[in-house]
Nanobody, 112 residues
Framework: QVQLVESGGGLVQPGGSLRLSCAAS????????MSWYRQAPGKERELVAT?????GYADSVKGRFTISRDNAKNTVYLQMDNLKPEDTAVYYC????????WGQGTQVTVSS
């Protein structure tokens, strides 16, 4: 059974940091491109960061967010620094190869 379980979300003040984790099971993790997406209220889901081709980031998070993976632990991370209120969203883990899988999401709220 495929599972992607996100954790690490929460409430943080502007300028703060959070580290999201996504633990994967049920598929060959190292063979999949792993990505983080987010969806803010009333907006479409958008790609935030991906491990493909050495890493790629949305312009809005470049220089602030870092994606990494540990294939030995079947886990992908998203380090988020200098958080802004506009980063508030539900963050989703995504695994993609020939098909794709989604996690259930974790809420990140940036507010003073």
């Amino acid at each position: 059974q495929v599972q992607l379980v996100e954790s690490g979300g929460g409430l943080v003040q502007p300028g703060g940091s959070l580290r999201l984790s996504c633990a994967a099971s049920g598929f060959s993790f190292s063979s999949y491109t792993m990505s983080w997406y987010r969806q803010a209220p009333g907006k479409e889901r958008e790609l935030v960061a991906t491990t493909t081709s050495g890493g790629g980031y949305a312009d809005s998070v470049k220089g602030r967010f870092t994606i990494s993976r540990d294939n030995a632990k079947n886990t992908v991370y998203l380090q988020m620094d200098n958080l802004k209120p506009e980063d508030t969203a539900v963050y989703y883990c995504n695994a993609r190869r020939f098909i794709q899988y989604w996690g259930q999401g974790t809420q990140v709220t940036v507010s003073s």
